[in-house]
């Protein structure tokens, strides 16, 4: 399996705080992504990058930001957390290029936000 | 736009018996789908993928999946369910564009009976 950890694992923070959650992968893997999963939702893409400091809105991306300014790691940023952003939060990874790469996925990190 | 419909939220099985999962795309080209598993608090780990070609793929598991274009369909099989297959199932689709962005069907929790 790939090399893809997150921190931190398990947040709970309150409503208004901002909250950063790291995803780092050791694959050299050109592409990042973060997805958030709510029961009956699936997971939905939030943000995406396709190289240092490129990276682009998925469907979900209101309140949140990303940044992406080493290959190895890409952050998510809740500026003003809310209760609606309580959620578990998966990043992935692919290299190669075209539509067929598969994805590889972090453990997850739980945030509850009070 | 693309989507995924898993329509079957739950499935009990009993071990030893078969399991199908079904998956129903929309996407206006040639779709790449895949099939990944979640066991409970880990990440997702593809089961199978079918990018063209024959349209009955195998995976890893004991897992097989049909691409039927006519119907739309994608579903997932496996003639005898394992206590450890107990998890829940997610298809997905990518669209041809910057990124590989995977959009997910909501997903199928898959109980299994001793």
């Known amino acids: 399996d790939a090399g893809i950890t997150q921190s931190p694992r398990h947040k709970v923070t309150e409503t208004g705080t901002p909250v950063t959650l790291r995803c780092h992968q050791t694959?050299?893997?050109?592409?990042m992504y973060w997805y958030r999963q709510d029961p009956g939702h699936g997971l939905r893409l939030i943000h995406y990058?396709?190289?240092?400091?490129?990276?682009d809105k998925g469907e979900v991306s209101d309140g949140y930001s990303v940044s992406r300014s080493k290959t190895e790691d890409f952050l998510l940023t809740l500026e003003s957390a809310t209760s609606s952003q309580t959620s578990v939060y998966f990043c992935?990874?692919?290299?190669?290029?075209?539509?067929?790469?598969?994805?590889?996925f972090g453990e997850g990190s739980r945030l509850t936000v009070l | 736009a693309q989507s995924v419909t898993q329509p079957d939220i739950h499935i009990t099985v009993s071990e030893g018996a078969s399991l199908e999962l079904r998956c129903n795309y929309s996407?206006?080209?040639?779709?790449?789908l895949f099939w990944y598993v979640q066991s409970p608090g880990q990440g997702l780990q593809l089961l199978l993928k079918?990018?063209?070609?024959?349209?009955l793929v195998q995976g890893i598991k004991g897992f097989e999946a049909e691409f039927k274009r006519s119907q739309s369909s994608f579903n997932l099989r496996k003639p005898s369910v394992h206590w450890s297959d107990a998890a829940e199932y997610f298809c997905?689709?990518?669209?041809?564009?910057?990124?590989?962005?995977?959009?997910f069907g909501g997903g199928t929790r898959v109980l299994v009976k001793p």
């Open positions: 990058s396709y190289g240092v400091k490129d990276t």
């Open positions: 996407y206006g080209a040639t779709p790449y």
């Open positions: 992935a990874s692919r290299s190669g290029q075209g539509g067929t790469g598969e994805l590889f």
């Open positions: 079918y990018f063209s070609g024959d349209t």
């Open positions: 694959e050299n893997h050109r592409y």
């Open positions: 997905a689709v990518v669209g041809e564009a910057a990124g590989n962005k995977l959009t």
